[in-house]
């Protein structure tokens, strides 16, 4: 995975696809894909999360993307799976320059803007399926809450991969405590 954070956007970057659950409550604007994550959705992998002050940021890691070849192999080409959620609405796409940011190092395990609404990424060791990350992205809403953010809110949940044997229990409360000390 790769992490990239410029003024106003924060990425996560899975060029061969990452798995992905996610979890909103209120009513939070400037979202993107955000069926995709269902369990029951086609799509299993995603290729990268945004969150941003700008719904446009997605575009821009679209556009990263799908210039390096990376997404979901179609007829000519590749389409990029990105989801994300916005703080603002409307605003500057610098979700691109997130993108170039992006470096090979180790995922924050939580990252939280706060604006409008509440967006935020939270990474987890682990080898989850769609269900198990959307139930680390609903207890991850704890660590919102216990830090007093109480705006419409989205939480997006990545797994690694990796299986470390850490019970799905552990990694919410984790997921929560992570997410409480990245807005708190």
């Known amino acids: 995975m790769l992490f990239g954070r410029v003024a106003g956007a924060a990425v996560v970057l899975a ?3 990452v798995v992905a659950g996610v979890d909103t409550r209120g009513a939070p604007v400037g979202t993107r894909e955000l069926d995709l994550l269902d369990p029951s959705a ?16 997605a575009n821009g890691v679209v556009r990263w993307l799908a210039e390096r070849g990376h997404g979901f192999p179609v007829a000519g080409g590749v389409v990029p799976i990105v ?11 610098v979700g691109y320059p997130a993108g170039e940011a992006a470096v ?23 080898d989850l399926d769609k269900a198990g990350c959307r139930r680390v ?11 007093g ?21 552990a990694l919410c409360t984790a997921a929560a ?3 409480f000390a990245a807005a708190g």
């Open 15 to 17: 060029p061969g696809g």
């Open 42 to 57: 086609l799509v299993q992998r995603v290729h990268g999360v945004v969150v941003s002050e700008s719904a446009a940021s």
């Open 83 to 93: 989801c994300g959620a916005s703080v603002g609405g409307v605003g500057e796409d």
């Open 104 to 126: 090979e190092v180790a995922v924050p395990p939580a990252v939280v803007l706060v604006g409008d609404t509440a967006a935020t990424v939270v990474v987890v060791d682990a």
């Open 137 to 147: 992205a609903m207890s991850a809403q704890d660590g919102l809450v216990r830090a």
């Open 149 to 169: 953010v109480r705006v419409p809110s989205t939480v997006f949940a990545l797994a690694t991969g990796v299986a470390t044997g850490v019970p799905l229990d």
């Open 177 to 179: 405590n992570d997410v």
